[in-house]
């Protein structure tokens, strides 16, 4: 049985970032550092990832004293396959993973497009909602919101 489906490093920082924005941000601006200490990925390929989420339309950025990254659209909006399309591009009828190999009459090569298909089709109906609302049901912790700031 199949465990795991292998999706490339940056596509899983991907999801897990904007994860991130949607479950703990609550539509506040979140710095890298903070998601990147919560999800265990190095703040600096977040970033990169971040800069591409945001010129594919699915982030915001701020910069300057409460600055960070924020969703452009609301979670119920946004689909893991925008989110996955916009770090490694559109989805290819190829080989699911592996190395490539020549064809073969023997091979049953008419499996990958379906599969590439039928992959694309599930991260298409799922949205950033619908992921935070099975990591509430998974009890995933939430990170503690900042203390409230008095001025006098």
Known sequence: MLDAVRLPRKAQYAICGVFDLAYNGQGEAVQIRAISERQAIPARYL???????????????????????????????????????????????????????TATRYRPDFLWPALASAFA???????????????????????APPPPMYFI
Not at 72 to 96: D, H, K, N, S, Y
Not at 122 to 128: D, K, P, R, Y
Request: charged content about 30%.
């Open 47 to 101: 970033e990169q990832i971040f800069q591409r989420l945001r010129r594919a339309g699915l982030v915001t950025s701020k910069r300057g004293p409460g600055g960070g990254y924020r969703l452009a659209r609301a979670p119920e909006e946004i689909t893991l396959r925008e989110v996955v399309e916009a770090v490694e591009g559109p989805f290819q009828a190829g080989p699911v993973a592996g190395p490539q190999r």
């Open 121 to 143: 089709d599930l991260l298409e109906a799922t949205s950033l909602e619908s992921l935070c609302r099975d990591a509430s049901r998974a009890s995933v912790e939430r990170a």
